[in-house]
C-alpha cells in the first residue's frame, strides 16, 4: 500500500516562507506524478503544482513565481518550496501521488495547514 504523509505546515505572517514536506512510502512503479493540492475555507481543492520523475512542472497561475515544487526520486518525497504568502494562499495542502500503469491511481495525504496571517 503506498501511503503519502506531509509535513511542514504551519502559521506564517503575509510576505514570509515555508516548506512543506511530502514521503511517499511503499514501491511505486511507472510513471507517476507527485504534486500539491489545496483546499481553502469554503472552496473547491485546487492544483497548486504537479512535477514528474523527470522534472517537469506545472504550477497554477496563482503561485507561478512564489511557489517552487521539487522531489527527491530516491526518497520518493517531494517538496513545495512557498515564498512571499499572501493569506489567500491558507488553506489544507495536501500532497498527490498519480500513478499510471494500466488505470490511472490516485493517493493523498491527509493534508498539512498552512495559515498566513495579515
Known amino acids: 500500500q503506498v501511503q503519502l504523509v506531509e509535513s511542514g505546515g504551519g502559521l506564517v505572517q503575509a510576505g514570509g516562507s515555508l516548506r512543506l514536506s511530502c514521503a511517499a512510502s511503499?514501491?511505486?512503479?511507472?510513471?507517476?506524478?507527485m504534486g500539491w493540492y489545496r483546499r481553502g475555507q469554503g472552496k473547491q481543492r485546487e492544483l497548486v503544482a504537479t512535477?514528474?520523475?523527470?522534472?517537469?512542472?506545472n504550477y497554477a497561475d496563482s503561485v507561478k513565481g512564489r511557489f517552487t515544487i521539487s522531489r527527491d526520486n530516491a526518497k520518493n518525497t517531494v517538496y513545495l518550496q512557498m515564498s512571499s504568502l499572501k493569506p489567500e494562499d491558507t488553506a489544507v495542502y495536501y500532497c498527490n501521488l498519480r500513478v499510471h500503469i494500466t488505470q490511472v491511481a490516485d493517493y493523498w495525504g491527509q493534508g498539512t495547514q498552512v495559515t498566513v496571517s495579515s
Open positions: 512535477i514528474t520523475r523527470g522534472g517537469s512542472t
Open positions: 511503499g514501491t511505486i512503479f511507472g510513471f507517476n506524478v
